[in-house]
């Protein structure tokens, strides 16, 4: 069954207002034009070629709102940020969720990013999940920052585990915390004026 509560409309901290909806699946065009978009720099932190029809049809084709469940912020087929959690169910894994996320240059840093994790959080808590992981590059600093504010930890560091998309080695960093760690936390930035919901669909 897909997530209840879509689409919503979010005010961002520059005044903007951007909808939060379900992934749909002729998506795939537009998350191809996004994630093209995107500058180099931001890309090679990437975990697979996000630039390829083929990831994109993949991808589609996997978002099953199930074990992965993907969100989309934007505006008409203008896509502006795109997030998703990944989930088992079964084994010593089944409580826990991991959350991937990639945002437009233009859009970071305005509470688009915290007002996506809140909506996968909010997923994630009424799926029964009760801890929460990230992972990421060691050199992905405004990331690990970011991550660190809402609550998340560093749990792992992997030396030399993975490849960017330019092939060259990187330390993998594995962040986590409870779910309702990372709730206290978020409430706690409330003075940090965070992207308002404006109305739901």
Same mark, same amino acid.
């Given at each position: 069954?897909?997530?209840?509560?879509? %689409? $919503? $409309?979010?005010?961002?901290?520059?005044?903007?207002?951007?909808?939060? !909806?379900?992934?749909?699946?002729?998506?795939?065009?537009?998350?191809?034009?996004?994630?093209?978009?995107? %500058?180099?720099?931001? *890309?090679? /932190?990437?975990?697979?070629?996000?630039?390829? !029809?083929?990831?994109?049809?993949?991808?589609?084709?996997?978002?099953?709102?199930? *074990?992965?469940? %993907?969100?989309?912020?934007?505006?008409?087929?203008?896509?502006?940020? &795109?997030?998703?959690?990944?989930?088992d169910h079964y084994g010593w894994m089944a #409580?826990? =969720? +991991?959350?991937?996320?990639?945002?437009?240059?233009? #859009?970071? *840093?305005?509470?688009?990013?915290? @007002?996506?994790?809140?909506?996968?959080? !909010?997923? @994630?808590?009424?799926?029964?999940?009760?801890?929460?992981?990230?992972?990421?590059?060691?050199?992905?600093?405004?990331?690990? *920052?970011? /991550?660190?504010?809402? =609550? /998340?930890? $560093?749990?792992?560091?992997? &030396? =030399?585990?993975? $490849?960017d998309v330019l092939g060259r080695h990187r330390?993998?960093?594995?962040?986590?915390?409870?779910?309702?760690?990372?709730?206290?936390?978020? +409430?706690?930035?409330?003075?940090?004026?965070?992207?308002?919901?404006?109305?739901?669909?």
């Amino acid at each position: 069954m897909k997530p209840q509560g879509f %689409p $919503k $409309k979010v005010r961002l901290k520059d005044g903007s207002i951007v909808t939060l !909806r379900l992934q749909e699946g002729n998506d795939a065009g537009a998350l191809l034009a996004f994630y093209r978009s995107l %500058p180099e720099e931001d *890309r090679i /932190f990437l975990d697979d070629d996000c630039t390829a !029809r083929t990831w994109a049809d993949r991808f589609i084709q996997r978002s099953d709102f199930d *074990r992965i469940i %993907p969100i989309v912020a934007g505006e008409g087929e203008e896509v502006f940020g &795109h997030a998703w959690l990944i989930r088992d169910h079964y084994g010593w894994m089944a #409580h826990v =969720g +991991e959350l991937r996320m990639a945002i437009a240059r233009a #859009h970071q *840093r305005q509470g688009l990013g915290s @007002a996506m994790i809140r909506e996968l959080l !909010r997923i @994630a808590t009424d799926l029964g999940l009760e801890k929460m992981t990230v992972r990421m590059m060691d050199n992905q600093y405004g990331a690990i *920052r970011a /991550f660190e504010k809402i =609550g /998340f930890r $560093k749990e792992a560091i992997f &030396h =030399g585990l993975v $490849k960017d998309v330019l092939g060259r080695h990187r330390n993998l960093v594995i962040m986590a915390d409870d779910i309702s760690q990372i709730w206290g936390q978020m +409430e706690n930035l409330v003075a940090d004026t965070p992207p308002r919901e404006e109305f739901g669909g």
